[in-house]
């Protein structure tokens, strides 16, 4: 051990330097250790640049977080919270003793000096996360150092720290092992989200699979977003997609038009606007944006339990009456209300899965649309654009599903971000017409899939055929998602996860040759689930379908 | 709303008498409303004896723990930090609004008055596990009172407070509704254990469903077991089994051989001495013994890893060797041990499902039987009562698997209870013999047969066929059994409840016609699995295998 240790220090001399050729080099490099053998560095999703060497360290018992000579104040205590939740996160309830004996004469990591650039910590769509850190420091061998120009990007910081830690029985401390480490990390993507429904079900899935014809749909429980939340974090992705209404149930409060929460399943199942907000909080603090979906004018026949004058009749429920003003003057109200709750840049209008007949069988709509010579899918058009006015208007710009771009894509306004989910190849038309993108393909990217495996996930390459720089700039990311038809607080967890984490690799790491192939990452991937379960993530084994049980082997790690 | 409320207070004064008249009723007698009419009593379990109003009450926003007049200090914090716990779940992360207009001239409730009447809070087998919940207290109506002989009885008068309120989003507050509530309460049995084994395949099932011939067995996380704890307290379980070290694996430090140690999964999946003792108080201050087993003479492989002489040879390896001291120099370490760690009365030395081939086609172990004038069966007698006596001398009492009982009842301790397994009708002839018994018979109560429904886990009686007063005393009780075979982080709270709960009303409430028929407590069961997921524990849905998804519904609540 102690030759183990006097190995580090020789090591960091030598990293501290490269590291230093590297801080210049603009350009991140991939190490040549990074994520090739299995056994060695197990960080998920894999960093830009990692060096590491062949020593380890021990963390003090009052292992510190030092902020001297940063920009940032964290007046609103995100980075304190971060940096104890990490802690607590390593420890993983273990009962850590420094004063054991097995730590004579090795080195203690005092503490984790974080300095950040930038004094601002407003979370937006597009800001800087990346980050940089050494451990230890080549300037205080006795701290951590991590450097970022936003806290932001010191929070992702902190989870591949935490990556870096494993309670020892044999010293009793959190090691570090491994050291030193040089990481020098961005994301690939500004837009790597996951969808949860809290209301929902998917037409095109029902068709699609047999197991989806029920009208199932659930209300998600507050600590249970919470917890998705949490678990984002530790994949480092960055947007919650909250499908908050539709056909079925209206859960959320929307002062404006209060009779829209009748929609709700019960007065168990709703949102207050506070409720709202303060998961936005919880989500901003741990760099998670939330982007707002109302879906219109199909998936809203829920809004009509409040007010019936926005169906097209009793026995034609939907979509939206697109005759009526009302209808118009109610989306504009919850956008209203929205953008006093969900401050990201964007907001998700829907617009898919439209089945319009209701309007032509109903008299007064089949009688306003011959009177302003429109036809159905006119019709399906103007209600899209009025709609994204409105949310223009609101501050917002617009994701859209795809059926908008698919049916009048040179239509829609340039602030459209087009939202993938039919197919693949969309991609490649949407950015050639200027717009930008968002993927989801339902085929490789919806979690509720349960037979598509963590591989198809994996394999899944948002920019394919997309060789135009420019172009490849206008995809902004992607998401998976995880409809609610067979989903409650019961089996998310392991529904989403490990399959979400892998399109988390894909959306962080740069595609080359270390993360590209699944082969070459499985067991890499088996330790993230691993450490998703030790911290009470319930995510599923690798093998079998989604949310399968676990198989025969040697304990979790291997 | 305001008349509902003057109707509240008009009712308390009626129950108010009520009550006391049956404060001074010794006899537990059962209210005519208590669980019959599916939407009034949702408590689960159903408490032994229950009166409720037709009024309402909020919750003030500084709603306080008050201990006047109790002879209980709390030295220990165990109540303060079961109150605070109790607020967190009972709000559900949902932001209290106390100013809401909704709560003009609301009758508020200030706080909980506690009397405990034994200042000690030492927790063990057979403690006194009654309360008695008033909501509002007759004579303090702006507070609720809770009444127990033990801080114990007083923890499940929180659970049973916490399912009477709940966030109202018209008040913006917790609400109790259908108050006034007289609740007089106290468990029919005073075992209701679970077990979760960290390290266990059983054969027995192995053999009886092929699903389970792999050998698998699974670590699980100290978070995932506080997890299960927790969990456990909602349902007023108060034993944890711990199955700690099987064949396949011995993950517990035991400092007097340290070697077995190396039996481990992986470096990452062991549990240290501390670790076992922080689990251990982590259950007493929530009202849970933690009962820990080595399972000897089978089931001990693992045993080996580090002292391969504890093996008959290197080519047959269990059960352990019963002709060398030094096996039982190690049990006798191993119980020392324990002793600082499991302050239960109870041990559990297992005894199951032993195959003594080894020790006849072992030379030295047959010439050692020879020697000693024994055959197998009388070696596997000899193995089993050494080693109750290493536990009775560390001052244990001793459980052992049934088929200890079945092979030599008679010779075994007076004090140990027999834990049945095999099938039912075990306990009869255990309590016959005068032994005490656990229930645990795995047609109907082991947690890993997927295709037992939660209304057979309803239906097991006990007492089935034991009608002498004398001998149904002798039942401690029963346990439900959660082997690793396919669990660990990713779906053992599924499988676990909600038929886990089914057993623990079974175990808790009066087995009498509002307790009886699994027909008649559906709505309150699905219910409590509901009121499970808001709390962040993933309860698998009734309908269904164990740990099912979701089917179509309207939400959870109905």
Request: hydrophobic content about 40%.
């Given at each position: 051990?102690g030759?183990?240790a006097?190995?580090?220090f020789?090591?960091v001399?030598?990293v501290?330097?490269?590291a230093?050729?590297v801080?210049a080099n603009a350009l991140?490099?991939?190490?040549e ?7 060695e560095?197990?960080?998920w999703p894999m ?11 021990y963390m003090?018992?009052?292992f ?8 940032y104040g964290d007046a609103?205590?995100i980075?304190k919270?971060a940096?104890?939740r990490?802690?607590?996160?390593i ?5 850590v ?7 004579h004469?090795q080195?203690l990591?005092q503490g984790?000096?974080i300095?950040?650039?930038?004094p ?5 769509y ?10 230890p420091?080549?300037?205080k ?7 970022a120009p ?15 830690c494993?309670?020892?029985f044999?010293?009793?401390?959190i090691k570090?092992?491994?050291?030193p480490w040089?990481?020098i ?6 837009y790597?989200?996951?969808l ?7 037409d095109?899935i029902?068709?699609?699979l047999?197991i989806?014809?029920?009208?199932s749909?659930?209300y998600l429980p ?5 917890k998705?939340i949490?678990s984002?974090t530790?994949a480092k992705?960055?947007v919650?997609h909250w499908?908050i ?14 009779k ?5 399943y019960?007065t168990s199942?709703q949102?207050?606007?506070a409720?709202?907000a303060?998961i936005v909080?919880?989500a901003q ?6 982007l707002?979906e109302?879906?219109v004018p199909?998936?809203a026949?829920?809004w009509?339990t409040?007010?019936p ?5 009793k026995d034609?429920?939907q979509p939206l009456?697109?005759?009526?003003e009302?209808?118009?003057k109610v989306?504009?109200?919850i956008l209203?209300d929205f953008?006093?709750i969900?401050?990201f840049k ?6 898919d899965?439209v ?9 007064h ?7 302003n010579?429109m036809?159905?899918s ?8 009025r709609?994204?006015?409105l949310?223009?208007s609101h501050?917002?710009?617009i994701?859209?599903?795809?059926e908008?771009?698919n049916n009048?894509?040179?239509k ?8 993938n989910?039919l197919?693949?190849g969309?991609?490649?038309q949407?950015?050639?017409s200027g717009?930008r993108c ?7 990217w919806?979690l509720?899939?349960?037979d ?9 390459e948002?920019l ?6 420019k ?14 038809e067979?989903?409650?607080?019961s089996d ?8 979400a984490?892998a399109?988390?690799?894909r959306?962080?790491t740069?595609y080359?040759?270390l ?5 070459q ?7 993230f689930r691993?450490?998703?379960n030790?911290?009470?993530v ?5 093998a079998?379908?989604?949310r399968?049980?676990p ?6 790690f291997?």
């Amino acid at each position: 051990m102690g030759k183990m240790a006097s190995e580090a220090f020789f090591v960091v001399v030598v990293v501290a330097a490269a590291a230093a050729v590297v801080l210049a080099n603009a350009l991140p490099v991939r190490s040549e250790r990074g994520g090739v053998e299995k056994d060695e560095v197990n960080i998920w999703p894999m960093p830009a640049w990692v060096s590491h060497g062949r020593g380890h360290l021990y963390m003090s018992n009052d292992f510190v977080l030092s902020t001297e000579g940063s920009g940032y104040g964290d007046a609103s205590g995100i980075l304190k919270d971060a940096f104890h939740r990490m802690l607590a996160v390593i420890k993983l309830d273990h009962v850590v003793d420094a004063n054991f004996s097995a730590l004579h004469d090795q080195p203690l990591l005092q503490g984790l000096r974080i300095v950040i650039s930038s004094p601002k910590d407003q979370l937006q769509y597009g800001i800087d996360e990346s980050y940089k850190l050494m451990v230890p420091s080549p300037e205080k061998p006795a701290y951590a150092h991590l450097v970022a120009p936003t806290v932001y990007g010191a929070l992702h910081g902190l989870q591949t720290f935490s990556q870096l830690c494993h309670f020892n029985f044999t010293s009793r401390v959190i090691k570090v092992h491994m050291s030193p480490w040089t990481i020098i990390d961005q994301p690939r993507f500004s837009y790597r989200g996951l969808l949860i429904a809290t209301s929902k079900m998917k037409d095109g899935i029902a068709v699609k699979l047999p197991i989806f014809m029920d009208t199932s749909r659930h209300y998600l429980p507050l600590p249970v977003i919470r917890k998705v939340i949490d678990s984002m974090t530790y994949a480092k992705l960055n947007v919650l997609h909250w499908h908050i209404v539709d056909t079925e149930s209206f859960p959320l409060e929307i002062p404006s038009y209060p009779k829209l929460w009748n929609g709700a399943y019960s007065t168990s199942e709703q949102y207050s606007v506070a409720d709202a907000a303060e998961i936005v909080s919880f989500a901003q603090k741990r760099g998670i944006n939330v982007l707002a979906e109302i879906d219109v004018p199909g998936h809203a026949l829920s809004w009509g339990t409040g007010y019936p004058s926005l169906w097209p009749s009793k026995d034609c429920q939907q979509p939206l009456d697109v005759s009526n003003e009302f209808t118009f003057k109610v989306i504009d109200g919850i956008l209203s209300d929205f953008s006093k709750i969900f401050k990201f840049k964007f907001v998700h209008l829907g617009g898919d899965e439209v089945d319009t007949s209701c309007w032509t069988t109903t008299p007064h709509i089949s009688k306003w649309l011959k009177k302003n010579g429109m036809n159905e899918s006119q019709a399906y058009q103007y209600f899209v654009l009025r709609a994204q006015n409105l949310a223009l208007s609101h501050g917002y710009e617009i994701v859209n599903w795809e059926e908008t771009f698919n049916n009048f894509g040179n239509k829609l306004s340039r602030k459209t971000v087009v939202h993938n989910w039919l197919g693949g190849g969309v991609a490649q038309q949407v950015v050639a017409s200027g717009l930008r993108c968002i993927v989801s393909n339902q085929d490789k990217w919806y979690l509720d899939h349960l037979d598509t495996t963590w591989q198809e996930f994996y394999a899944n390459e948002p920019l394919t055929n997309i060789t135009n720089l420019k172009q490849q700039k206008l995809v902004i990311g992607g998401e998976v998602c995880m409809w609610g038809e067979r989903i409650d607080g019961s089996d998310i967890e392991q529904t989403i996860w490990p399959r979400a984490a892998a399109a988390a690799e894909r959306l962080w790491t740069p595609y080359d040759e270390l993360a590209k192939d699944p082969r070459q990452v499985t067991g890499r991937l088996a330790h993230f689930r691993c450490l998703l379960n030790q911290r009470g993530v319930a995510a599923a084994p690798l093998a079998g379908q989604g949310r399968a049980a676990p198989e025969a082997n040697r304990g979790c790690f291997w």
